[in-house]
């Protein structure tokens, strides 16, 4: 079954960001959590492409991070970028991040929550629970 009538393997017209994207996100702060690769990577470069004036990287590894950040100022030197190597599932570092992003950058105007965690299925499925439900829902998992 197919919900689409035409499956897209590329970049077009209304997905461009230089063409009618090109400046949809001029003078936006953003923040894209799970920056290092992947679709969140993808999209740090796409939202830089947009004209966004901030962008704020999160990552628990580092050395994909920085390698993001800096294919990010190289290409868009007008884009400021604050990357920080964490683990989401940490409330204290979160809030550092956004405390660090608020005092730098001031209010956000986009989230992109594209991190996650994942681990083996039934070595303990209480604590894998409880720690993607701190993830998703911001709460620390020993509440």
Known sequence: MFFLPQKHTAVYSATDPEGSLKDASKGKVVIVAGAGRGIGKAMAHTF????????????????????????????????????????????????????????????????????????????CITSVTRCVFSVKHGRSSDQ
């Open 48 to 123: 830089a492409a947009t004209g966004v004036r901030g962008l704020v990287l999160i990552s628990r590894t580092k050395a994909q991070l920085e390698q993001t950040g800096s294919e990010i100022r190289t290409a868009y030197p007008e884009c400021v970028v604050r990357a920080f190597a964490l683990n989401i599932s940490q409330p204290d570092a979160v809030r550092e991040v956004f405390e660090q992003s608020a005092s730098t950058f001031g209010q956000a105007d986009v989230l992109l929550a594209n991190a996650g965690t994942a681990g083996i299925v039934f070595a």
